[in-house]
Antibody
């Protein structure tokens, strides 16, 4: 059974850096094809994909946010970490981590964490 | 980035109805289109992947179709549990992008 769980601060001040951790089980990021993505969702809006890290440690980022994002993994701990710098109130939302896979093509985000609500406010 | 559009933004239908939601990509994404259902306060759940493949465990009243860069999600025999928001997402290339969503309300 695949599970993912996000953890991190619920409240962050503007200009600060946000660090979120995704702890997962039921799969390994040492397995060829395995990937973890981060997705966020502002209240009442569509999900917004942020970043992906794959089994080979390749990293992919949102075009508009790539200067502020860093994704990394510790496969031995089954964790993926996302950092976002220079937070702004518009970054308020629910942040999810999700598993996807690559097999000739990118496959869908097939397992999601429950999400963690991050509020950016002074 | 590949832009995704969806229509309608919302719809209201009755139990037993058939509803169709459409999604269009700004460029060719082949069949790399996924559909998600999301209920308030819960993470999205994949219903359809690769344009028309039903995710395991999803009721067969959900189906997907593709015509060039136009995609559709059809829900047959609408049930009260289908009241939710529905999003398309392209996985042809990164950055992955989602459509703006369609809210389905039950009358």
């Amino acid at each position: 059974q695949v599970t993912l769980r996000e953890s991190g601060p619920a409240l962050v001040k503007p200009t600060q850096t946000l660090t979120l951790t995704c702890t997962f089980s039921g799969f390994s990021l040492n397995t060829s094809g395995m990937c973890v993505s981060w997705v966020r969702q502002s209240p009442g809006k569509a999900p917004e994909w942020l970043a992906l890290i794959d089994w080979d440690d390749d990293k992919y980022y949102s075009t508009s946010l790539k200067t502020r994002l860093t994704i990394s993994k510790d496969a031995s701990k089954n964790q993926v970490v996302l950092t976002m710098t220079n937070l702004d109130p518009v970054d308020t939302g629910t942040y999810y981590c999700a598993r996807n896979r690559f097999s000739s093509n990118w496959l869908p985000l097939d397992s999601w964490g429950q999400g963690t609500l991050v509020t950016v406010s002074s | 980035d590949i832009q995704m559009t969806q229509s309608p933004s919302s719809l209201s239908a009755s139990v037993g109805d058939r509803v169709t939601i459409t999604c269009r990509a700004s460029q060719s994404i082949r069949n790399n289109l996924n559909w998600y259902q999301q209920k308030p306060g819960i993470a999205p759940k994949v219903l359809i992947f690769a344009a028309s493949s039903l995710q395991s465990g999803v009721p067969s009243r959900f189906s997907g179709n593709r015509s060039e860069n136009d995609f559709s999600l059809t829900i047959m025999d609408l049930q009260p549990d289908d009241s939710a928001s529905y999003y398309c997402q392209q996985s042809y290339s990164t950055p992955f992008t989602f459509g703006p969503g369609t809210k389905v309300h039950l009358k």
